[in-house]
């Protein structure tokens, strides 16, 4: 399991994420967008490289869940499929198991339960990476997710180089 540095543990935040209505640079947006996914992905010569990976989100933060669509977006990635608590997560369960995603976040602390409990249903059948995308940073919960089997952890609130950085990592050991 690979993580990321964090600031502290206590950390909170607030962002306003806008999307550029229209080009910025001098190739076309979407062009730019697939440079950069075929730039990310193609290091690794993922099976990623010649579609969109399915990706699968458990948040109940429409600003974290935002924040992270926004970064797949820059890199070209689809957004994900969203389930805001472990009961609407448990409707996608046959689907994880059945290896419908690429690539699944799971944050930790919900409502109604943990992405803990989550990853525990599902590790044993899933091949796709799955990331912890939490605002916890303790070193004992770090090894709570790794003993879990979570395959890398964001830590909230997440610069778009620390995602990129990340990112890079789990498609590098994705399965291919």
Same mark, same amino acid.
């Given at each position: ?17 806008? &999307? ?14 697939? +440079? ?7 290091? $690794?010569? $993922?099976?990623?490289? =010649? ?7 458990? !948040? ?8 992270? !669509? ?8 689809? +957004? ?7 009961? *609407? ?7 994880? /198991?059945?290896? /419908?995603?690429?690539? &699944?976040?799971?944050?930790? *602390? ?7 409990? &989550?990853?525990?249903? @599902?590790? =044993?059948? @899933? ?7 939490? +605002?916890?940073? $303790? ?5 709570? &997710?790794? *003993? /879990? ?15 990129? =950085?990340?990112? !890079?990592?789990?498609?590098? +050991?994705?399965? =291919?």
């Amino acid at each position: 399991m690979t993580t990321h540095a964090f600031a502290s543990q206590s950390s909170t935040f607030s962002s306003r994420t806008s &999307l550029p209505t229209k080009a910025t640079h001098s190739q076309p947006r979407a062009h730019h967008d697939t +440079a950069k996914k075929s730039a990310l992905i193609g290091k $690794s010569g $993922s099976a990623w490289q =010649n579609r969109n990976p399915a990706i699968f989100l458990l !948040e109940d933060s429409s600003l974290s869940a935002g924040l992270l !669509e926004a970064y797949l977006a820059a890199y070209g990635l689809g +957004a994900p499929t969203w389930a805001k608590s472990i009961q *609407e997560a448990q409707q996608f369960v046959p689907d994880i /198991a059945a290896g /419908a995603f690429d690539l &699944l976040f799971f944050d930790i *602390e919900l409502p109604d339960g943990s992405g803990l409990d &989550l990853i525990k249903s @599902v590790r =044993n059948s @899933v091949s796709a990476p799955i990331c912890a995308y939490t +605002a916890l940073a $303790s070193t004992d919960v770090v090894k709570q &997710l790794d *003993e /879990a089997g979570f395959d890398h952890v964001f830590f909230k609130p997440m610069k778009k180089d620390d995602f990129a =950085n990340g990112l !890079e990592q789990v498609i590098s +050991a994705a399965p =291919n």
